[in-house]
């Protein structure tokens, strides 16, 4: 059993940045597919990005490119979401999920057996 812990959300301007932090109760390296999600109220959890291996894939929901960063930190048995330029649609509670392996569909919740408790992550305009 994997459990997963976020932090690093908050209450953010527009066009500001946050890093979220998702640290795995065991060793990072017994997950070979890491994710954040994220779930507006009153709408489905969607992808935003996923990392594979030890790095070496990323990628990412169509509305983050060019501003979200997915990355692992393995000696630091940490995942991280830096988010730059954010904006008021990004508002939502952002979820850490993994899995021991990765078989496909990265951006399918149903790859993910393990979740966090998730985060608040708020912007105002």
């Known amino acids: 059993q994997v459990q997963l812990v976020e932090s690093g959300g908050g209450l953010v301007q527009a066009g500001g940045s946050l890093r979220l932090s998702c640290v795995p109760s065991?060793?990072?390296?017994?997950?070979?597919?890491m994710g954040w999600f994220r779930q507006a109220p009153g709408k489905e959890r969607e992808f935003v990005a996923a990392?594979?291996?030890?790095?070496?894939?990323?990628y990412y929901t169509d509305s983050v490119k060019g501003r979200f960063t997915i990355s692992r930190d393995n000696a630091r048995n940490t995942m991280y979401l830096h988010m730059n330029s954010l904006k008021p649609e990004d508002t939502a509670v952002y979820y850490c999920?993994?899995?021991?392996?990765?078989?496909?569909?990265?951006?399918?919740?149903?790859?993910?057996?393990?979740w966090g408790q998730g985060t608040q992550v708020t912007v105002s305009s």
């Open positions: 065991g060793s990072i390296f017994s997950t070979n597919l």
């Open positions: 990392i594979t291996g030890i790095g070496t894939n990323t």
């Open positions: 999920a993994a899995d021991r392996y990765y078989v496909g569909g990265f951006a399918s919740v149903r790859a993910y057996r393990y």
